[in-house]
């Protein structure tokens, strides 16, 4: 059996699977089945709502937390090009 091919969720229907697995009397697996999702990522989607929920292990980031150490360690890759940059400018 070959890989899928990676697909991108909308913010809506990760939430919408999430609520339907939670809700459901039917396993995860079967959830995911059902939404042509693989298994590990409706448990992924789920675990990130519980972090989000404030429901997670300690020490776990948010959403937004995630996405703020993203753009924060864009910010200082670039800033690090940028003085390399200006060294050798000043060399």
Do not use: N, Y
């Amino acid at each position: 059996m070959g890989r899928r091919k990676r697909r991108a969720f909308t913010p809506e229907f990760k939430a919408e699977a999430v609520r339907l697995a939670k809700a459901s009397d039917r396993s995860i697996g079967q959830v995911a089945k059902d939404l042509d999702l693989t298994e590990t990522a409706l448990r992924d989607w789920i675990k990130r709502a519980d972090t989000d929920a404030g429901h997670g292990p300690p020490g776990a980031l948010t959403t937004p937390e995630r996405e703020e150490l993203q753009r924060l360690r864009r910010d200082v890759k670039r800033l690090e090009m940028e003085r390399e940059i200006l060294k050798k400018a000043g060399a």
